[in-house]
């Protein structure tokens, strides 16, 4: 499929260069953002995400 992606012109050949550095770029950006939110202190983990949908469910079942 690439190949004929290739010779029909869809794509230039140099288009799986580009997406696999585009998908690196992505994702190291993708994962310093996730330590910056860690580093921040403001990110949950999941026992106090799971936790306050616990507490917020018992509310609106309360009233």
């Known amino acids: 499929m690439q190949e004929l992606a290739i010779t029909s012109g869809a794509v230039d050949p140099y288009f799986r260069q580009r997406l696999e550095k585009a998908h690196r770029n ?28 616990d507490r917020e469910a018992q509310k609106v079942f309360s009233e």
């Open 26 to 53: 992505l994702y190291n950006r993708f994962i310093s953002e996730i330590d910056s939110l860690i580093n921040d202190g403001k990110c949950l983990t999941i026992e106090a995400s799971t936790d306050t949908r």
